[in-house]
């Protein structure tokens, strides 16, 4: 069965350091894969995204994440973290074979201390 | 370009009533899907369509309906409401049903069931 971890379900990290989200998943395909995030009471932006090629993505608001398929995983990164980050991120797996359905992680909720 | 609108925004419905629930994709976009988010079980696929028609389906029961119109609107119908069903529910668009196309979601429908 298909599944993605978030391991990790709060992280809180000081204004200007960097962070990693770590996503781990399981899938019995070529899987693409997904980051969004989401604020209180909002819907999921999408932050960035891997279908194939290179492994390191760029996406919105400074975020990148590396595709590393030998360890399942596809971390998201930012080098210096600003208070407007504070949110809940999610990642997601897609595959060709299972259409438009998204396998969701329970995501990771970011604080951002001053 | 209009992002995927969703009405109404919030609602607030009885125990055993029925809700209807609507989406209008981004423009051009014809794959429409549904999902469900409560804290928790997190992000859940309900269903997908393409051109009017059903292509998958999450394990939700019977009373979770959905349609999608000839112009990609789509519409999902949650009868006999119960208490659990309350929840948000985020409505994505994509370009085709093929792989590799960005996933986008609205805003979403906060539902209460009372």
């Known amino acids: 069965a298909q599944s993605v971890t978030q391991p990790d379900i709060h992280i809180t990290v000081s204004e200007g350091a960097s962070l990693e989200l770590r996503c781990n998943y399981s899938?019995?395909?070529?899987?693409?894969l997904f980051w969004y995030v989401q604020s209180p009471g909002q819907g999921l932006q999408l932050l960035l995204k891997?279908?194939?090629?290179?492994?390191l993505v760029q996406g919105i608001k400074g975020f990148e994440a590396e595709f590393k398929r030998s360890q399942s995983s596809f971390n998201l990164r930012k080098p210096s973290v600003h208070w407007s980050d504070a949110a809940e991120y999610f990642c997601?797996?897609?595959?060709?074979?299972?259409?438009?359905?998204?396998?969701f992680g329970a995501g990771t909720i970011l604080r951002v201390k001053s | 370009k209009a992002g995927v609108t969703q009405t109404p925004r919030y609602l607030i419905k009885t125990r055993g009533q029925q809700v209807t629930l609507s989406c209008s994709p981004i423009?051009?976009?014809?794959?429409v899907s549904w999902y469900q988010q409560t804290p928790g079980q997190g992000l859940q696929f309900l269903f997908e369509?393409?051109?009017?028609?059903?292509?998958n389906k999450g394990n939700f029961p019977g009373r979770f309906s959905g349609r999608q119109f000839s112009n990609s609107r789509s519409e999902m119908n949650v009868s006999t409401l119960e208490l659990g069903d309350s929840a948000l529910y985020l409505c994505?668009?994509?370009?085709?049903?093929?792989?590799?196309?960005?996933?986008?979601f609205g805003e979403g429908s906060w539902l209460t069931v009372v």
């Open positions: 994505a668009s994509r370009a085709d049903s093929g792989s590799g196309n960005t996933i986008y």
């Open positions: 899938y019995g395909a070529t899987p693409y």
């Open positions: 891997y279908f194939s090629g290179d492994t």
């Open positions: 997601a797996v897609g595959a060709a074979e299972y259409g438009n359905k998204l396998v």
């Open positions: 423009s051009g976009h014809r794959s």
């Open positions: 369509y393409f051109s009017e028609t059903q292509r």
